[in-house]
């Protein structure tokens, strides 16, 4: 019993940063339109963000979090603009090869940026771990989890109460309507893109404090944040964060039950089966937004 | 090409390894062969039925492990483990087509991917079958009567030979009336199913001949390296071929084969100037590129050319 509740809390601590990656591509995926294979490579921008502006600019562990988020913020607006926007009239399959030639030039410039040798972020707590009852958390961990459940709060927040909010999710239900209704599609374009990079940049930021920062990281972290999506249902926010929520529980089940070394093949099974299963989603009820 | 063109092409070709003797060069040839049989394969899939797999490394991989295992635990020979590996890679083929009967674009790119990173997990955790990370050595050289086509030279001809023989199915295949069919879906499968063709079927039918096609190359590619280790499965492959097809030219007969060559004879020229990392980064970005400037890729773009002159 105390087993299975240590590997709920560590598959939440997975879950909240899934969660964050997996609400920026749902965004990206059901308002524009685009599949956005480069999602993993902001997962690790934000990551090697975050090592730089510790270890290069010297500053302390929550500006680099901030900067991380920013940083991811600002690359997925220039993507945006200047790779997306000229092809809003394209296919999905086109915008589709473009995202993975962004996510294999992107990936192998940071190879050669920062070389091959995986990377650790220090942070300032401490790695004693606290112990609540049967179960015990590394303080780090606490603070992913709570960090990830800020930011998924805040999402919920921009979605739901701003104007911004209002007119992404006018441009989900019916782009054309909304753009007659004074709706500046572009920029919505801009601001969706921006924001799902820079929760994948705050979740490669956190996830890469807890465990090590490579150039390859976002590789499995794509395939992760797509089987959160799928799970959900397409732009599908709430479903991206409970899918996300459970693929973490099920990987910490599936790695500490049956075998560690088929940790990362949970995605990938989740994804086979309820894509042919359920190809809305689980929590679908209809396509959906917010 | 003019017919006096092909026939020096096709000249070139047969006494290739006469004129170029060098052993570093017949490598970059044999992989070229390899690497166009598999772009001639994603190419059925990618340019006829319009469905992009990102798991084609799985099929290669699969077609290399069964003809190393059926080689070297069975002790079959070359000639029996070839179709073996054709055969189980199109089995897996079939079992994605018929998985992603109802997925279209990109979530059947997910379930290819998805296939992928299981069978590669597969590959390094089943330490019984496959040895794990360590890989399988020893693969034995084919041998055809007395002779062993250990030489770069002999097998330079094996590939030749399946090359051609891939380039020749698939111009049958897509002239037919199933290559039409496959066109018909691609090109609008509501329409196409309205007319009676039955889009399931066709789908299938072009993961499991796509899948054998890239199996077959697995194979060649095991008993060429005489090694196979989960790195078959590595996801630079699909990107490779990918970017062959597209560059090439997807849903033509020539395109894959232009792609083939280009993309491995260029990043081998390269190689003396740049790094690996340089490399795939300006793989990357030449996709971006082509998508935007040549976007049909460069034998389309070349015929348009004539047409024009």
Not at chain 1, 151 to 172: C, N, P, V
Not at chain 2, 204 to 223: E, F, I, N, R, T
């Amino acid at each position: 019993m105390a087993e299975l509740l240590q590997h709920l809390v560590n598959g939440l601590v997975l879950g909240g940063t899934y969660a964050l990656l997996g609400i920026g591509l749902t965004l990206i995926f059901g308002l524009m339109n685009v599949v956005n294979f480069a999602h993993g490579e902001f997962y690790t921008l934000g990551a090697y963000a975050a090592f730089a502006a510790l270890g290069l600019a010297g500053l302390n562990f929550f500006l680099a979090l901030l900067g991380a988020i920013a940083a991811g913020a600002l690359l997925g607006a220039l993507c945006e603009v200047s790779l997306l926007r000229p092809l809003r009239r394209e296919s999905i399959d086109t915008t589709m090869l473009v995202m993975i030639g962004v996510w294999i030039a992107m990936q192998n410039g940071e190879l050669l940026v920062w070389g091959g040798v995986a990377q650790s972020i220090p942070h300032p707590f401490p790695t004693a771990p606290l112990v609540l009852g049967p179960v015990s958390v590394a303080p780090l961990r606490l603070f992913v989890l709570l960090v990830a459940a800020a930011l998924i709060a805040a999402s919920y927040l921009l979605i739901q109460r701003t104007k911004l909010g209002r007119a992404m999710r006018a441009t989900f239900q019916d782009a054309e309507t909304a753009a007659l209704m004074g709706v500046r599609i572009e920029r919505i374009h801009t601001a969706t893109f921006a924001f799902g990079a820079a929760l994948a940049a705050a979740a490669g930021a956190l996830l890469g404090s807890i465990f090590l920062v490579y150039p390859s990281m976002g590789d499995l972290a794509s395939l992760k944040a797509f089987s959160v999506v799928i799970l959900g249902g397409l732009g599908n926010v709430p479903g991206a964060t409970l899918g996300g929520l459970l693929l973490g529980v099920v990987e910490e089940l599936g790695a500490g039950y049956v075998s560690s070394g088929y940790r990362d093949a949970v995605g990938f099974v989740i994804i086979i089966v309820v894509l042919v299963l359920r190809p809305a989603g689980l929590f679908a009820r209809s396509e959906r937004i917010g | 090409m003019t017919r006096a063109g092909r026939h020096v092409a096709a000249l070139l070709a047969l006494t290739l390894p006469f004129w170029l003797a060098s052993p570093y060069f017949l490598h970059v040839v044999i992989m070229a062969g390899i690497f166009a049989v598999l772009a001639l394969s994603l190419n059925l899939l990618l340019g006829y039925t319009g469905q992009l797999s990102l798991g084609h490394a799985a099929f290669f991989g699969i077609g290399a492990y069964t003809s190393a295992l059926l080689t070297l635990r069975l002790e079959w020979s070359f000639w029996a483990a070839l179709p073996g590996a054709a055969a189980a890679a199109g089995l897996a083929g079939w079992f994605i087509g018929r998985l992603a009967l109802k997925l279209r674009g990109a979530y059947f790119v997910l379930v290819t991917i998805s296939f992928a990173g299981v069978i590669s997990l597969v590959s390094i955790n089943w330490m019984d079958l496959t040895n794990g990370p360590l890989g399988l050595p020893g693969v034995p050289a084919p041998e055809l009567g007395p002779w062993s086509l250990r030489t770069k030279g002999a097998y330079y001809y094996l590939v030749l030979a399946a090359v051609g023989l891939s380039y020749l199915a698939c111009r049958r295949l897509v002239r037919s009336r199933i290559g039409r069919a496959f066109v018909a879906l691609r090109e609008n499968e509501s329409l196409a199913e309205s007319v009676g063709v039955d889009v399931t079927h066709y789908l299938v039918l072009a993961a499991v001949v796509s899948a054998a096609l890239a199996g077959m190359a697995g194979s060649l590619y095991a008993h060429y390296t005489r090694f196979v280790s989960p790195e078959v499965f590595l996801f630079t492959y699909t990107v490779t071929m990918v970017i062959m097809v597209v560059a090439g030219g997807k849903g033509t007969l020539a395109g894959p084969l232009v792609g083939a060559v280009l993309f491995t004879v260029l990043p081998e020229a390269l190689r003396a100037a740049t790094s690996w990392q340089w490399q795939m980064l300006a793989y990357g970005v030449l996709l971006v590129l082509l998508v935007f400037f040549l976007p049909r890729g460069i034998v389309p773009a070349l015929s348009a050319l004539r047409r024009r002159s």
